[in-house]
């Protein structure tokens, strides 16, 4: 048979296998490049291409170096050294990450871990799991910073350095938020962390509420970690891609990495490619050599879907004028907000109460509300109905943070006039 006889019966059964395939061919979702679209630029723009060839037309680098970009324009937000920055993975998996590299318990010596009573369920998910991996209990290597004085959860500073010292000896890490994400109370963090060092503990931050809304200088308060998510005040959504820091003096490559000695130099991490020196990322080689920094803690390739979406909200806060400019209009806002409250009538007073701390260094661009039991059902159903959205947490609190970015005065006093009808509502109809 001829090549040209061969080829045609060939692509015949081809074409009768596709005809009999009893799964509908979906070809038609998918744009697939024509040859034409390969030896154009534009695949090169929006392919696989982008990897390694600059996207045009476009701010951003090659998909290559686009995590190193957003890490470049996160860093003054958290003000940290850009080496010091990785965008990567979300929030629990960078808690992990960070906690499998520096909690490392003696059962003998320094084991406990110090978190808040009342962390996010996921933060506590995290310490209970870990300490349970080193074969540990929670009843006796978790330690729960609580407040004698206080019913909603608000501590200070003065609670948590009483609980390091008195668990000095035995502590090894303590994971605490920059801003706890129920009451809105805005931490003490260099106070804190200089207090921990002075007793040979790490420290760990959970920014998730606290990145984008409060001034943070992470490297020369000597913060040892941290992470955050990008879903808040940093205009993402859930599941949007998080963050980490890494101080340099706990990021550095101390020796030059060797093929026979590829583990030293370093500190042990879970690792993966993208961890990997960028200039051998791609050759494939079994020999993990870090990069210098938070970027040698990352695991994946990162969305690129999700780098660019941060990168054009990282522009935002560029054109704001960072986030100083930001936190004095989000001072002014707030407060603004907290005078509305406070100038309703009695009636409606008697029926919430705000839980966040008063003072403007204690909080950020949030006011928690306690509501009377039975309320919030009813209140959140009727802010709905009047196109006011703000965030509940059961049982009773709904969390209004006025961001910014791109609320107004005005739209602090639409709330406050439609939260005040809700309450009535609310409680008339319990």
Known sequence: MSSAGQDFSLRDRAKALDSEDALPSLHHEFVIPTKADIASKRLAREGVQGHFKPLEDSPLPTWLDADEKAAQMIAPIVGAESSEVAV???????????????????????????????????????VETQIRHHGLSTATSMVLVESPFSTDNVFSTYDIQSLISKHANDTALILLPGIQYYTGQLLDIPTITAYAHKHEIFVIWDLAHAVGNVPLSLHDWDVDAAAWCSYKYLNGGPGCIGGMFVHTRNSQVTKAITEEKAEEGYTNRFAGW??????????????????????????????????????????????????????????????????????MSEQSKA????????????????????????????????????????????????????????????????????FEVALQAANKAK
């Open 274 to 343: 993208w961890g990997n020196d960028k200039s051998t990322r791609f050759v494939m080689a079994t020999k993990f050599h870090p990069v210098k920094g938070a970027a040698g803690f990352q695991l994946s390739n990162p969305s690129i879907l999700d780098i660019t979406s941060l990168c054009a909200s990282l522009e935002v806060f560029e054109l704001a004028g960072g986030v100083l400019a930001l936190r004095q209009k989000s001072v002014r806002l707030t407060q603004y907000l907290e005078d509305l409250l406070k100038d």
């Open 88 to 126: 990567m993975q979300t929030l629990t998996g960078n808690l992990h990450l960070l906690l499998s590299s520096f909690y490392h318990p003696d059962p003998k010596g320094k084991h406990k871990i110090i978190l808040e009573s009342k962390a996010f369920p996921s933060d506590h998910f995290a």
């Open 351 to 418: 029926l919430f109460r705000i839980i966040t701390p008063t003072d403007p260094t204690q909080r950020g661009a949030q006011l928690s509300l306690l509501l009377s039991d039975g309320l919030l059902d009813g209140v959140m159903k009727e802010l709905e109905a009047r196109a006011v959205i703000v965030d509940e947490r059961k049982p009773n609190v709904i969390r209004v943070a006025p961001a910014p970015l791109y609320n107004t005065f005005g739209d602090c006093l639409d709330f406050v006039e439609a």
